[in-house]
């Protein structure tokens, strides 16, 4: 069964920086597109960003020029690079990828656990 590791979320201080990582375990056929959502207590879970097999990417507004996606195709692995972090950004942040694990079955939308990354001073 494959899931989804991520990495790289603690405690940093307003003006901070933190990456995130995130990958398969096992093996796979093909991994689409990659991106990571957050949820803060009591709000829903939104994007925040997302990066496609070619490299094409999308930013919630609220991130968009502090936060960058990436991903390393030979490591099947995607980063959220976090810098400038706020307060606001305090959140439990969830990787999201579209594989094809084998032939014998669909493609379909794989969540990790989530990572807590907390902005405080």
């Known amino acids: 069964q494959v899931q989804l590791v991520e990495s790289g979320g603690g405690l940093v201080q307003p003006g901070g920086s933190l990456r995130l990582s995130c990958a398969p375990s096992?093996?796979?056929?093909?991994?689409?597109?990659m991106g990571w959502y957050r949820q803060a207590p009591g709000e829903e879970r939104g994007l925040v960003a997302t990066?496609?097999?070619?490299?094409?990417?999308k930013y919630a507004d609220s991130v968009k020029g502090r936060f960058t996606i990436s991903r390393d195709n030979a490591k099947n692995t995607v980063y959220l690079q976090m810098n400038s972090l706020k307060p606001e950004d305090t959140a439990v942040y969830y990787c999201?990828?579209?594989?094809?694990?084998?032939?014998?079955?669909?493609?379909?939308?794989?969540w990790g656990k989530g990572t807590l990354v907390t902005v405080s001073s």
């Open positions: 990066i496609t097999s070619g490299g094409s990417t």
């Open positions: 999201n990828a579209y594989i094809l694990s084998d032939w014998y079955s669909k493609a379909r939308d794989y």
């Open positions: 096992g093996s796979i056929i093909r991994l689409n597109t």
